[in-house]
């Protein structure tokens, strides 16, 4: 049964750092592409990062410079470095597997604020 799990969310201060991981299980994720995404409530999710099954990766203009994405296939999971955090609402961040129909983790709250 094909299952993601996020860790790593929480509450940091603005220009802080936190490190989101998913954890894989049932597909190999190198042959994927896996995605993280955030949403704040009553908005619609968004792509923050992403990286194909090839590599290559792609980010969203707010994280640029700021957040990483790394696909570990020996653990079978995919993080998110954030660095630089700003203060915002508090988002969801969730795991996708684009596999199939596509598949999501049940999130992680991240909440920056002093």
């Known amino acids: 049964q094909l299952q993601l799990v996020e860790s790593g969310g929480g509450l940091v201060q603005p220009g802080g750092s936190l490190r989101l991981s998913c954890a894989a299980s049932?597909?190999?994720?190198?042959?994927?592409?896996m995605g993280w995404y955030r949403q704040v409530s009553g908005n619609q999710r968004e792509l923050v990062a992403r990286v194909s099954s090839l590599g290559s990766i792609n980010y969203a203009l707010s994280a640029l410079g700021r957040f990483t994405i790394h696909r570990d296939d020996a653990k079978n999971t995919v993080a998110l470095q954030m660095n630089k955090l700003k203060p915002e609402e508090p988002a969801v961040y969730y795991c996708n597997a684009e596999r199939g129909a596509g598949y999501w983790g049940k999130g992680t709250l991240v909440t920056v604020s002093s």
């Open positions: 049932g597909f190999i994720i190198g042959l994927s592409a």
